[in-house]
């Protein structure tokens, strides 16, 4: 009965953010705001869920960005206590919305935080080249070079070894150095490898492989295979560590993902067919909102501001 219980809640909840959401967004009719009502006055616990998401979205404007990666310190300021007490539904809301804690920064050896970038010497000689809000933890043994990518992007430049490979594991997925340079790109849903000198092989979770050759890129899903080889745009892959973001066709679901590395806080996209949508262009990192700014220019895209940290996008 507890799983039935917390199926209900988390309905609740979400039900609860779509008219947060609504109301908020300006467009709201009359009949939206009605409908609303009706919706609160059929059972107490919809009006309970809606006023926490209203607690929330203030506390988190007054505590600043969510996303700051640093680990507690002795007398760093606490949650409100209105926070505290949101509890669970606040935890929920906040899933709803894309809102993950940073458990990279806890697990990792090394990490960027948001907009913060880090080239790590290994102890085998080769680097690692973090892009912002990225972990990487190691394993490195008599026999074997193992990283795992637990988020983010990383440019790998390895030192040979023909005695213990070079791994990246990311997404369930592998990437053994058959070469040197290489970078692994892991967007929310998937596994982007381009390889910058020599080769490497690809392992997807499914345990479909391909060898992924100079000047190729593949990519594979959660629990998917390997993609059709494709000619990479090296330029683009790489802008990053120049400053700047290309995007050349993206789907707005990745350009979103990257995006975020770099702007303080979180842009959501709360429509599935958005995700799908595809823009061109090149930005400064040092100026993501400009990436924001185009998205709601160049598409049918409506901007929600929960807070000044917390972006919705919607279908306009």
Same mark, same amino acid.
């Given at each position: 009965?507890?799983?039935?219980?917390?199926?209900?809640?988390?309905?609740?909840?979400?039900?609860?953010?779509?008219?947060?959401?609504?109301?908020?967004?300006?467009?709201?009719?009359?009949?939206?705001?009605?409908?609303?009502?009706?919706?609160?006055?059929?059972?107490?616990?919809?009006?309970?869920?809606?006023?926490?998401?209203?607690?929330?979205?203030?506390?988190?404007?007054?505590?600043?960005?969510?996303?700051?990666?640093?680990?507690?310190?002795?007398?760093?300021?606490?949650?409100?206590?209105?926070?505290?007490?949101?509890?669970?539904?606040?935890?929920?809301?906040?899933?709803?919305?894309?809102?993950?804690?940073?458990?990279?920064?806890?697990?990792s050896?090394?990490?960027?935080?948001?907009?913060?970038?880090?080239?790590?010497?290994?102890?085998?000689?080769?680097?690692?080249?973090?892009?912002?809000?990225?972990?990487?933890?190691?394993?490195?043994?008599?026999?074997?070079?193992?990283?795992?990518?637990?988020?983010?992007?990383?440019?790998?430049?390895?030192?040979?070894?023909?005695?213990?490979?070079?791994?990246?594991? @990311?997404?369930?997925?592998?990437? !053994? &150095?058959?070469?040197?340079?290489? =970078?692994?790109? #892991?967007?929310?849903?998937?596994?982007? *490898?381009?390889?910058?000198?020599?080769?490497?092989?690809?392992?997807?979770?499914?345990?479909?492989?391909?060898?992924?050759?100079?000047?190729?890129d593949?990519?594979?899903?959660?629990?998917?295979g390997?993609?059709?080889?494709?000619? @990479?745009?090296?330029?683009a892959? !790489? &802008?990053?560590?120049?400053?700047? =973001?290309?995007? #050349?066709?993206?789907?707005?679901?990745? *350009?979103?993902?990257?995006?975020?590395?770099?702007?303080?806080?979180?842009?959501?996209?709360?429509?599935?067919?958005?995700?799908?949508m595809?823009?061109?262009?090149?930005?400064?990192?040092?100026?993501?909102?400009?990436?924001l700014? @185009?998205?709601?220019?160049?598409l049918?895209?409506?901007?929600?501001?929960?807070?000044?940290y917390?972006?919705?996008?919607?279908?306009?």
């Amino acid at each position: 009965m507890t799983g039935r219980k917390d199926q209900i809640s988390e309905s609740i909840d979400d039900e609860a953010l779509r008219w947060f959401v609504l109301l908020h967004s300006g467009h709201a009719t009359d009949h939206d705001r009605a409908e609303h009502a009706k919706w609160i006055s059929v059972d107490a616990s919809h009006l309970q869920a809606y006023m926490r998401l209203g607690s929330i979205w203030s506390d988190m404007d007054a505590l600043g960005d969510p996303r700051k990666r640093n680990r507690p310190m002795a007398g760093r300021p606490r949650l409100s206590r209105r926070a505290i007490l949101a509890g669970g539904a606040s935890a929920a809301a906040l899933g709803i919305v894309g809102y993950q804690l940073p458990l990279g920064a806890w697990l990792s050896d090394y990490s960027t935080g948001t907009g913060e970038q880090k080239t790590v010497q290994l102890a085998d000689g080769s680097t690692a080249s973090l892009d912002a809000d990225t972990s990487i933890s190691l394993d490195f043994t008599d026999r074997q070079r193992s990283i795992r990518l637990i988020r983010g992007r990383a440019y790998f430049d390895v030192a040979k070894d023909s005695s213990r490979p070079f791994v990246v594991h @990311a997404k369930d997925g592998r990437t !053994t &150095a058959l070469g040197t340079r290489f =970078l692994v790109h #892991q967007w929310d849903d998937s596994v982007t *490898v381009s390889v910058e000198e020599s080769a490497v092989a690809v392992v997807a979770p499914d345990r479909s492989q391909a060898v992924v050759h100079q000047g190729q890129d593949i990519s594979y899903a959660l629990g998917g295979g390997v993609s059709a080889l494709e000619t @990479a745009d090296l330029d683009a892959d !790489t &802008a990053w560590r120049r400053g700047k =973001l290309i995007f #050349q066709n993206r789907p707005l679901g990745q *350009v979103v993902s990257d995006v975020n590395r770099y702007r303080s806080g979180m842009i959501r996209i709360m429509d599935a067919k958005l995700r799908t949508m595809r823009i061109s262009g090149i930005f400064d990192i040092n100026h993501p909102d400009g990436v924001l700014d @185009a998205i709601t220019s160049a598409l049918p895209v409506r901007p929600v501001r929960l807070t000044k940290y917390v972006v919705l996008l919607l279908a306009a």
